[in-house]
């Protein structure tokens, strides 16, 4: 009886709200209003598949029935604002851009749905359409000859909590193991997040403990972190996608790191950040080892880092996926670290490095938008050693279902770790060659892209797309990998395929399967093959 008369009391509440205020459309129609509150959050938390829709069936029952849908405490503990605080619209904005890059969560939308005269307030609504999260780990890629599989289950938002639980076991060409993962991405509203790892490998058996409290938001004043994590794996080098030579490294790291954030009132983002790192790393033969192994090395260090950051968020459509939100900063991102090797630390040697990096996108016409990114990084070691990458991205929207795409890799380095060269083949990186399939200490990477969208979904399940591309690029290796290594000139090659994208899935995979063909005289490679492949781009 009680229950009963405090569920009639709530919705007389509710209903005398509703009569108090007034439904608004639109977010930006209260824009520049000032002295304006938030009176309440309501939170409308949608499952997996819309069963209204005429396409769907018992499947789609099922995934639904068998779902916990993400739970109101869960998505309350995200949102960057709460009951009587001002209304910032941005604020509103950036609560979405967080719950969008919770995997559990197809979309967000935070809106304000009623305005109260009463006393200059409003009712916010946040709205959410989850991911299948509950999903068999049946990933697997075959190219150039090599193929890799991985089988287990991963539940990314376990019990509707947000937590994340992964138990799989993987074979390739390189190791076979088995793994388990949990991963917390906000402990108890607190924004710190955790992460327990361990797998037992044909190589090695890895770990990794985390805690961290990131700078989740634009504004949060401090960051703070710990992370603890070891790596045995056996290393394999290249010559035309053939090993030739192979060793284990062990490498032990732990961090502790603090951020500030400067000039609170500014705004864009300034930040500080220092950190202590133990890094050491190991090689050890094995059965092929043929040309010996790299040195060990010991990096420990300090740094401190400076982080600039101009906030002007866009959500973008068919960029690095398609039919889904896309969030991209067109404001100014730049990164400056300086930090020292040191023996009292343990490092072998004492020396100084730096780090570079910036990134920018700029939104050239309506349907003209170019991406890129640099960094750069040296170490004065008694042979100092230096590598810088830019990466460029033009996309030209046709129409909402035709796209062209060119995409400019240009990296060089010099003296770089043995065990750390640059690559090209395989993946994104000259599709229609193997993995690994060159290696050296400079690389410059060119590709033409036609992308093809549809309305087509199968079962609503994986939506379709098509491709079709030219790959070009050239690796320059160093006097030891000529002496080891054949050379090569620039290497060609084309491709053509579907795209498929897991469009309810929390892990958003995207399905490439492509008939490639290298441009080569090589005789093991100048037919056309059959390429699958599951990436998170396009």
């Not at 050491?280 to 990096?299: A, M, Q, S, W």
């Not at 030891?480 to 395929?497: C, R, W």
């Not at 005289?521 to 699958?532: V, Y």
Request: charged share 25%; proline share 2%.
């Amino acid at each position: 009886m009680k229950t009963i008369f405090s569920t009639v009391v709530m919705l007389l509440f509710a209903v005398r709200v509703q009569a108090d205020c007034q439904p608004v459309a639109d977010n930006q129609f209260l824009t520049g209003a000032d002295g304006i509150s938030i009176r309440s959050i309501s939170f409308t938390a949608n499952n997996v598949f819309d069963l209204t829709d005429k396409a769907s069936f018992w499947l789609h029952e099922f995934a639904n029935y068998t779902h916990t849908v993400t739970q109101d405490s869960v998505l309350a503990d995200d949102l960057l604002f709460k009951a009587g605080d001002p209304l910032r619209i941005e604020v509103l904005a950036e609560t979405e851009r967080l719950l969008r890059s919770r995997r559990y969560i197809r979309e967000a939308e935070v809106r304000i749905t009623h305005y109260c005269a009463e006393d200059n307030s409003v009712i916010v609504n946040v709205t959410t359409w989850d991911n299948w999260s509950l999903l068999p780990t049946l990933d697997f890629s075959s190219e150039g000859g090599r193929s890799k599989s991985a089988i287990g289950f991963e539940e990314d938002n376990l019990l509707g909590s947000g937590n994340r639980l992964n138990l799989e076991y993987k074979h390739d060409s390189e190791r076979t193991g088995i793994g388990f993962i949990f991963y917390s991405p906000n402990m108890f509203g607190s924004f710190w997040n955790s992460t327990v790892a361990y797998s037992k490998n044909s190589d090695g058996n890895n770990y990794q403990l985390s805690v961290n409290r990131p700078f989740y938001r634009l504004s949060s004043p401090w960051a703070l972190g710990f992370e603890l994590d070891r790596t045995a794996e056996d290393i394999y080098e290249y010559d035309a996608g053939d090993e030739y030579n192979s060793f284990q490294r062990q490498r032990n790291h732990a961090k502790a790191e603090f951020g500030y954030r400067l000039h609170p009132d500014s705004h864009n983002i300034h930040r500080l950040k220092f950190a202590i790192e133990l890094e050491n790393v190991k090689f050890y033969d094995t059965e092929n080892t043929f040309f010996g192994i790299p040195p060990d090395r010991n990096l420990a260090r300090v740094w401190l880092e400076y982080e600039a950051i101009q906030a002007d968020y866009k959500k973008l459509f068919n960029i690095n996926s398609f039919n889904r939100t896309e969030d991209f900063n067109f404001g100014w991102q730049f990164n400056a670290r300086l930090g020292q090797y040191s023996k009292q630390l343990g490092a072998d040697n004492n020396a100084l490095f730096w780090q570079l990096t910036a990134a920018k996108n700029w939104q050239l016409a309506a349907d003209l938008y170019l991406l890129a990114d640099a960094r750069y990084l040296e170490r004065q070691f008694a042979q100092p050693q230096y590598l810088l990458s830019n990466h460029w991205q033009l996309i030209k929207q046709l129409d909402e279902y035709h796209s062209l795409v060119g995409k400019l890799h240009l990296d060089k380095g010099k003296n770089l770790f043995r065990d750390e060269p640059l690559y090209i083949g395989g993946d994104d990186q000259l599709r229609a060659y193997p993995s690994y399939f060159r290696s050296g200490e400079a690389r410059a990477l060119l590709t033409a892209e036609y992308r093809r969208y549809t309305d087509w979904s199968l079962w609503q399940l994986l939506d379709v797309a098509f491709a079709g591309y030219i790959d070009a690029g050239k690796i320059w290796q160093t006097a030891e990998q000529d002496a080891n290594t054949s050379a090569g000139g620039t290497l060609v090659g084309v491709g053509a395929g579907i795209r498929l994208l897991s469009n309810h899935s929390s892990r958003g995979t995207l399905i490439h399967i492509d008939l490639t063909r290298a441009m080569t005289d090589n005789d093991n490679l100048n037919g056309i093959e059959l390429r699958i492949t599951a990436t998170r781009g396009f």
